[in-house]
């Protein structure tokens, strides 16, 4: 663990895709996989926008066909993030989606694993100077005795001879990742992997079901990881809607200390104490800060916190940038850790607003 409230990365070595640098001197790179047929041209192009809005920076899509592959040259005309090919089984649609200008392929030492196919895809990769992640996931792990003996050493083993033959090439533009759907294997595994490498490591539980179980196995895998310093980019599987996976993304990442995007809210759950109405002034700045971008303003985090009473408020609205503390029908606004004024209970909201405008320049 790093400084108070801040994580301190593994080091590791920095990979190239696009324009986009991966590697513990950069912010966790935050990814997404499209759900949409890849040659439906139109459909995965406005589902890469919509997440590309919403804060994804590195996207991914499944390249099963050779037009799949082709389909890559249309969309990234009209997307402005790197583009990942997903590639299984037939090395030479990799070859096919780097001619066609994909960014980063994502191989699987499960199903590509002829040495000559896996040297074609890696001369490839280094003329063209794109990236290559070589992702093991525990479902399309071929040593199925192993897996069971011991999970985590089998794939970290399989993972390590695999990445041979590609430092024998001199090729290091290489992200690293094991998935699996049972978060402690993947941690233990993922954990075992960094000690033993220092390339970039993609973070995911896989197949983690609906959101509400997806987001908390997530949650819990990808921000135990992020907590021990690793893992480079993210991405949150769920079996739902994709624009769910970047806010669970963000959320997992601003509450590990990694990243912030939007200014923070520390609110507590409320009690018999409480004397206002705090979840809906809560519920209100928040939508009212969600326009508040931390990059726009030149913040790299800003934490404001609603208390509903004495006990625990002034501390916490004193520890924030700015707080507020209620008591009957009114609230002390605190502002780098003094009060600056008394508000009523209606005023409360703008008045923070206001004094975070001040705050913020
Ligand atoms: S800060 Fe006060 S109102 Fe809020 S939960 Fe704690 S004791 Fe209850």
């Given at each position: ?93 990799a070859l096919e989606a780097v001619n066609y200008g994909a960014d980063k392929i994502r191989i699987n030492p499960g199903n590509i694993n002829k040495k000559s196919h896996v ?149 507590c759950p409320t009690c018999g104490r409480t004397q206002v109405d705090l979840i809906s002034i809560v519920r209100e700045l928040k939508q009212k800060l969600g326009n508040l ?69």
């Open positions: 663990m790093g400084d108070w409230g801040m994580i301190e990365r593994r080091k590791t070595s920095i990979v190239t895709v696009g324009d986009l640098k991966i590697g513990s001197e950069y912010p966790i790179v935050i990814q997404s996989m499209t759900k949409t047929d890849t040659c439906d041209i139109d459909k995965t192009t406005k589902q890469i926008q919509r997440l590309e809005k919403a804060g994804c920076e590195l996207i991914r899509v499944a390249v099963k066909t050779s037009e799949d592959a082709r389909a890559i040259r249309d969309i990234k005309k009209n997307i402005n993030i790197p583009i990942v090919a997903d590639i299984h089984f037939d090395y030479k649609l040297n074609n895809v890696i001369v490839c990769a280094l003329e063209n100077n794109v990236a290559i992640r070589v992702g093991i996931n525990s479902g399309s792990f071929t040593k199925n005795n192993s897996l069971k003996q011991n999970p985590e050493h089998a794939m970290v083993d399989e993972l390590l001879k695999y990445l041979e033959n590609f430092y024998a090439q001199k090729f290091y533009n290489i992200v690293i990742s094991i998935k699996s759907s049972d978060v402690v294997s993947t941690c233990s595994a993922l954990k075992r992997v960094a000690s033993l490498c220092d390339c970039p490591i993609h973070l995911g539980i896989t197949s983690t079901g609906l959101p509400e179980d997806g987001i908390v196995k997530s949650s819990v895998g990808i921000g135990a990881l992020l907590l021990d310093g690793i893992g480079d980019t993210i991405r949150v599987s769920l079996t739902g809607e994709s624009l769910l996976e970047i806010e669970t993304a963000k959320r997992i990442l601003v509450a590990s200390g990694a990243r912030y995007f939007v200014p923070e809210i520390i609110s971008k931390l990059k726009d303003c030149g913040k790299e985090k800003l934490t404001v916190a609603v208390m509903g009473c004495e006990v625990n408020g002034p501390g916490e609205a004193r520890n924030a940038d700015i707080g507020i503390a209620f008591g009957k029908n009114r609230g002390a606004i605190f502002c780098d850790g003094k009060i600056v004024e008394t508000v009523h209970v209606s005023y409360a909201v703008d008045k923070l607003i206001s004094a975070i405008r001040r705050l913020i320049g």
